[in-house]
């Protein structure tokens, strides 16, 4: 455990394409990280700060969007549909959260 970040490789070189982090260091695990079909890629964090989702778009180091957690996550899918994501928490609880456009309107 330490400053979470997640490495992207070139899995035919084996060489380091990427270093993904949050501007600000946060102390425990990206335990998932996905492609979203729309290219922007989604990591699930768990460490003593709690949880956190972040979302990076293609060529970016840093997260356009954070999203705090209720509980630090231990693992993190995407729904086929693109819109959902499933986070099974350390709290024992399995949140599904909502990244339609109409959640997105009304969350404000």
Partial sequence: VGNAVVVLLD??????????RP???????AWSVAFHESGMLVAALGGQAGGSLWFFTPNESEPFFQFKLPAAARHMDL?????????ACADS??????MSPQAAAAAG
């Fill in 79 to 87: 729904h086929p549909d693109g819109m959902r994501i499933a986070v």
């Fill in 93 to 98: 609880a399995l949140r599904i959260y909502d």
């Fill in 23 to 29: 501007k600000e260091n946060q102390v425990g695990v």
């Fill in 11 to 20: 899995w035919g070189s084996g060489e380091q394409k990427a270093l993904l």
